[in-house]
């Protein structure tokens, strides 16, 4: 630029330079109903096995799921309450924090799948405390002691990386290809299922994965079913005087 500007060229050589084509981002993927059930099945027997379970069958957030304590469940009641999530960076590692947003909290409905899996973790956690005894590391939040769900076998905060390990086993285990699968799938899957296979309204989906607008939710679609073949035939029962 500078030699433009003292006139040793006329233009600037960066001119001539074709800017790259944009890489397209992969959209995320999303199982079907039946997939998404094989896999819950197929983690059943896995260390996190609940933890995949309330991602593609709650819809739940990854961090929002390794955020939660035992003080948040009432499992007779079959309610779970997000308070809290995990989140890591470079300077702090993994910790406790906020949810992502505030739409997050308040009393969520557990599938019996959801709390039969939470069962079996607290059963398991139990025997691997016991093994620890008083090394069990304590967890604090805003000044409170909390008792996390998911832990490692010793006591720490799990992070994401394990579950999306664990989501790959499931996958395996269950005969699905794992490629494209993560924590995130989870979410793409309840939304697309409810949204394409339930025919339930975007505006009450997003109230249940907690979107606060609608048109978040529509991002996380990844196949819109019998949807659009169930619109032609209403139009056509409207519409079409043959069908009079």
């Known amino acids: ?42 983690a059943e027997p896995l260390r996190l096995g609940a933890d995949v379970t309330l991602l593609f069958c709650q819809s739940w957030r990854a961090s929002e799921v390794l955020g939660l304590a035992w003080e948040d469940l009432d499992l007779d009641a079959g309610t779970a309450q997000i308070r809290r999530g ?77 579950v999306t390990k664990e989501i790959g086993r499931a996958a395996k285990a ?12 989870g979410r793409r899957t309840v939304v697309t299922a409810l949204y394409a296979h339930g025919g339930l309204d975007l505006a009450d989906v997003a109230r249940h994965v907690g979107h606060a607008n609608p048109s978040t939710t529509a991002g996380y679609v990844r196949s819109l079913g019998h949807r659009p073949s169930d619109t032609a035939r209403q139009a056509a029962q409207l519409l079409d005087p043959s069908m009079s």
């Open 86 to 162: 995990v989140s890591y960076s470079t300077s702090v590692g993994t910790a406790l924090g906020s949810t992502k947003t505030s739409g997050a909290e308040g009393i969520h409905y557990l599938a019996p799948i959801s709390v039969e899996r939470l069962r079996q973790r607290r059963e398991e956690q139990e025997a691997e405390r016991a093994l620890m005894g008083a090394e069990w590391p304590e967890h604090r939040y805003e000044g409170e002691v909390v008792s996390m769900v998911f832990t490692t076998s010793h006591g720490g905060l799990a992070n994401r990386q394990a």
């Open 174 to 185: 269950a005969g699905l290809d794992p490629t494209g699968l993560a924590s995130h799938s």
């Open 1 to 42: 630029m500078e030699a433009v500007k003292i006139g040793l060229i006329a233009s600037s050589p960066f001119d001539l330079v074709k800017a790259p084509k944009a890489r397209r981002v992969n959209a995320g993927r999303a199982l079907t109903p039946d997939e998404a059930k094989a896999l819950i099945r197929a």
